[in-house]
């Protein structure tokens, strides 16, 4: 097809946005269970549905025996600064950030926690910091998958199993899309509204029998917020995991939940869940490998990430643009692209390097991303020729 031709064939769906993500296919209000709407979450009724969101959740995942997994508020965000208010301190600590939030980890940890003995890793986006420079007699705080720089790391073999210090990662939109080896992480966190399409406000948090331990025999020095507090006594208040929230949830986002966990056990499971990720990434990744003005924000393909692709543009007449002309390009680009309702939310995170962010999440259909791609190409160069 001619670059100035025009696509006929659209997405059936342009939502691409990294965070809320798109609904799972077939999704439709219709199909969420509204009996527990209106309930106290302390019903039976209601506590029943979240205990079961629970254990269905562990079951995709196949968390290891001792592992526990409870909802939690304030998204990915609130299950993070829970962990870190809750568990750090002990030790000595090393952060990893190449992306905007391993950097709001770096701030509670540096500024607001103030622990001195805190070694931080932090590089450029499209980066990598060397793990090989980590030392696991230290708590270890990272993302798995860098949501704004489209950088996640390759896989759990840097970590290893004979470790003093405990693995704190924020996984939020890696889990359920990528392969998580659960034995070498102590603390886990994510929120629904990425991988799973779910609505946002609520956070996950799992903790490793190591983790546990660690809560049990150790109190920060620090005043902990109640929203934060996951500790009843000396122990693990063990009801947030097995459904006493600690502030009152959505029962529409729990009812929600449950719609799309039951469809991912009916699709075959987290195996089918990171094929279609895999899938849609490939669509992507051999696009780019054969379109001149564009490349991958990761510099390392081992290091890109399969679910938040993030693009930059590379061209050398858009590169020999100022940086105000860049930007407005890129965002002339967006806006085309949704008026033309083909893609939407698609531009770069606020903090990251100017560019394109697609979702390639499993709730993403490959024929949408296949459609999208010539889009982009067309768009690309129609407002090029425009300039010339």
């Known amino acids: 097809m001619d670059k100035l031709v025009k696509p006929i064939m659209k997405p059936l769906n342009p939502k691409f946005s990294s965070g809320p993500c798109n609904k799972r296919p077939g999704w439709s209000i219709n199909n969420i269970n509204l009996d527990s709407l209106g309930r106290s979450h302390r019903s ?28 939690v508020p304030g998204s990915d965000t609130g299950a993070m600064e829970i962990a870190l208010w809750s568990l750090l301190g002990k030790n000595k600590t090393e ?16 500024d607001e926690l103030k622990l001195r003995e805190c070694k ?61 080896p659960w034995e070498k992480i102590d603390v886990a966190t994510y929120s629904w509204q990425k991988v799973l399409g779910g609505e946002g406000g609520h956070g996950v948090l799992i903790l490793s029998p190591r983790a546990i331990d660690r809560i049990e025999s150790y109190t920060p ?14 122990k693990l208040n063990r009801g947030i995991f097995s459904g006493s929230t600690i502030n009152t949830p959505s029962m529409l986002c729990i009812e929600d939940l449950l719609d799309t966990l039951n469809w991912v056990r009916q699709i075959g499971g987290l195996p089918e869940l990171i094929n279609r990720t895999s899938r849609n990434f490939e669509i992507i990744e051999d696009w780019v490998r054969n379109t001149a003005w564009v490349d991958f924000l990761a510099t390392t393909s081992r290091y890109r990430s399969k679910t938040s692709v ?17 930007s407005k390009f890129v965002s002339e680009m967006v806006n085309m692209l949704e008026d033309c309702n083909v893609a939407y939310d698609i531009h770069s995170y606020r903090d990251a390097p100017l560019g394109l962010r697609i979702w390639c999440g499993s709730t993403v259909e490959t024929k949408d991303i296949s459609a999208l791609l010539p889009w982009l190409e067309w768009v690309f160069n129609k407002l090029k020729n425009n300039r010339k």
């Open 44 to 71: 039976v009724l209601a506590l029943s549905k979240i205990k079961s969101a629970i254990e269905i959740s562990k079951e995709i995942l196949s968390l290891p025996k001792g592992y526990e997994l409870g909802i």
């Open 221 to 234: 020095k620090w005043p902990i917020p109640k929203l934060f507090r996951i500790k009843k006594g000396s």
């Open 95 to 110: 952060v990893l950030a190449w992306e905007s939030f391993g950097k709001d980890w770096v701030k509670d940890i540096v």
């Open 120 to 180: 931080t890793h932090i590089v450029e986006y499209g980066n990598l910091p060397d793990l090989k420079e980590l030392n696991f007699e230290n708590d270890i705080v990272f993302t798995w998958n860098g949501t704004t720089s489209g950088v996640c790391v390759p896989d759990g073999d840097w970590i290893p199993e004979t470790r003093k210090g405990l693995t704190i990662c924020d996984a939020t939109s890696a889990v359920f899309s990528l392969e998580i």
């Open 310 to 326: 993030c693009l930059k543009i590379v061209d050398k007449w858009f590169l020999s643009l100022g940086s105000d002309s860049q």
